[in-house]
C-alpha cells in the first residue's frame, strides 16, 4: 500500500529510518510468554541493545520521570510486538513466581508507532475533517488511484443515473439543485444512516449538506443520494431506480460513507478524535553509538483495546442497505468521526497509521472484488509497499476449508450472514436491499437461477439456513397453544415472502452445514439430496427476479416423516422411530403450535463411505442428516410452511416416504 504523494507533504508514503523492531525480536523484552521484565534490565542493555534503548526513550516520553523513580525497586515493563508495539508498566514483587500481570498493580499502557521504510504510514491525523488540509489528503488519495489504479475505472464509462445533484459552485455562492443528466459526467454517491426521525427526510439534512461539502472541496460536480434522487413518494418510479442501485454504486467515481453518526441529521464532518493533539505524542528518539542513522520519529498513542473494538460496528454497518452500498464502489472515503479512511481495489489506507481496527467480516472488500472481477478493465493489483497488518486481520484474511462447494455459492452465503445480523426497517425491503449484490453475483453464477435470496443449484445447501436466538434453547410457553379459530392466518405476517427464504426471519442466521466437512476425520460424500422440482417467485417489479417478493413457492421431492413438538425441557421434535428427541433450530417459535402436525423433510445427508474398525469389526460412519420441520400452511391449502431446520446422525428417514411437496 502507497499514499499518493511524496513524504514531504505528510503524504503516506515511508520516510527513511532504521528498520530495528520489524528485522529482529529483542532477546532482553520481548518474550512469547509476555512476562514482565525489570526496569534494569532494559537499562542494563540499552547501550548495546537497539530496541532496549529506544523502550525507555518511549516510556520517557509518556511517563516522564517514571523510570529514574522505579529503577532501583519493583518497577517492571511488558512489551510485545503485534502491530502497533504494546508497552504495560507495572509495580510488583520483582521474582520468579510473581512475573505475570495479574499478579501485580498496572500503572499505565501504551502503544507506539514509529517511521518504517518497509511499510506505507502517514500517522499523522488532520484534526478537522472539513478543513483544506483534509481536502488536500483526500484528493491526492483520489489522484493516484485514477492514475495508477486502472482496476478501479468504472466498468461502462457511458453509464448515468438519472438524476443527480449539482453541488452548485465551489464557494457556495450557487446553491445545489436537482436534474436529469442528459451526458454522463463523474458524479460521487453518499452512504449514510437515515436514523430513527425521518420526519423531513426527503428535505437537506445534515448529511447531504456535509457530502456537497466534500464534492465542493474535492471538485466533484455531482452528488448522487437515494433519499432526493430517487423519488420516494411514487412506488413505481421507486422500484424503477432502487433497480439500478447496483449500477449507481458501482459507477460512482467515488462514495462517500458516513461510518459515523447514526442519524443522517448529525453532521459527519468536523473535529476528528484521532486529530487532536492529545491523542497523539510525537517525539524523536536518537540511536545508540554505532547507528549512522538520523533520529527516529516515534507517535506514542492510548492504548485501543482491539479486542473490544474489533466485536463492535459503526454505524453505517449495522444498517442492511448500506453492505452493498459499501462493497459495490470500486472507491470508498469513510468518515468515522475518529479518522478518515480511503479504501479502492487496490489499497486501504487509514489516516493513523494504515490500520483497520474495525476490519470488514469475512474480508468482503476481497469477496465482492472476486464478483466484480469480470467487469474489470484490468487486474487489480495491490501496490506496495503493502499496509501494516494486525495479527487479527490476518486470521481473518486465512478462509477456513471449504471442502468440494462451490465457492461462489458459499461467498453469497457469507453475505448473506453478515446481512441478517444488520437491521432493515420494513422486512419487504429485505431482498431489495441486497438486489445489487445479487446481480453482481449473477454474473458469477449466468446459469443459475435466483430465487427470493437463495440459489437453484445449490438450494439444498441454501435451505440450511438456522435462525439465531441469542440463547441456545426457546422456552416453551414460546410457542402457541393449541390451535384455535382466530389463529388460522398465522402466516400472513410474512407478507409474501416464502417461508423457506432466510428473508423471512427478522433474526441473524447461519450456516453450519458445512462443519462435518471441516472436522471429520473421514472422506464425506453429499447423498440422499433433496430434488428440486420447481421454484417460482412474484416480484416485484416482475422483470427483477432480484427485487421484492410478493409470493413464492417452492416444489420438492425427497423424504419425509411425521413428527411431534416435544416441550418438556428443551423445544424438540419426537420422530416416531426415533427413541430421543432431535433438537432443531426454530424459524419464528409463535408460529408454531404445540398441537400442530409437524414433518422431518430431508435436504440431505453427509456419508462417508470409508470402513471404521470398531473392536476388530468394520462399521460405516453414520450418515449426517440435516432436514426441515415443516407443517401444512393455513393459507395455502396443501402446501407447507418451513418453521425450523435441524440436523443429527444416523438415518431417521428409514421408514418414511419420498414424497413431493410445495412450501409456500
Known sequence: MQDASDASDDSGRAVGSVEWITSQRCPHMANPYRICVPIRTCLEYSTSCVECHLLLQVI??????????????????????????????????????????????????????????????????????????????????????LEHDEACAMPNPGFMPRRLIDVGSWDGSREPFLFRPCQPAPYACLSYCWGSDIDRILKTTTSNINAIIVCRGLKIRNLWVDSLCIPQDDPVAWLEDASQMDQIYLHSLLTISALEPSSCKSRFLGKQRYGDPEWQRRFVADLPPGYDEAPLEIFIRPTIDTDDDMSKKWSLDKRGWCLQESLLPNRRLCFTGDEMIWECLCRKICECGHILWRPQPFQFQRLATSFKAGRFKAKVKPSNPLPVVTFYQESCMRDPERGNLSIAHERWRDIVTEYSSRSVSRRKDKLNALSGLAKLVRETLQADEYAAGLWKREFHFDLAWGANWFHPYIEPQEFLKPVTNQDTNRDDELGGIPSWSWASVDRPITYNFDEPLRYSQYTLILSNCVKVERLSCQTEPPCDETSAVISGKAVLTASMVPAKLVTDQIPCVQIQDRDKPIQVTWDRPKSVAVDDDLYCFRLFSWDSPDELSIDGGLEMEEPNTWFLVLRPSTCTTGAFRRVGMGSCNGDIFRSGNIVTVEIV
Open 60 to 145: 520517557e516520553a509518556f511517563v516522564p520521570d517514571w523510570i529514574n523513580a522505579h529503577k532501583d525497586d519493583h518497577g517492571l515493563i511488558r512489551f510485545f510486538k503485534p502491530v502497533p508495539y504494546q508497552v504495560e508498566l507495572f509495580l510488583g514483587p520483582v521474582n520468579e513466581k510473581a512475573r505475570f500481570p495479574e499478579d501485580m498493580q498496572k500503572i499505565s499502557s501504551f502503544q507506539f508507532f514509529h517511521k518504517s521504510k518497509g511499510k506505507a504510514q502517514s500517522l499523522s491525523v488532520v484534526e478537522e475533517s472539513f478543513s483544506q488540509a483534509a481536502f488536500d489528503r483526500v484528493a491526492k488519495w483520489l489522484s493516484y488511484c
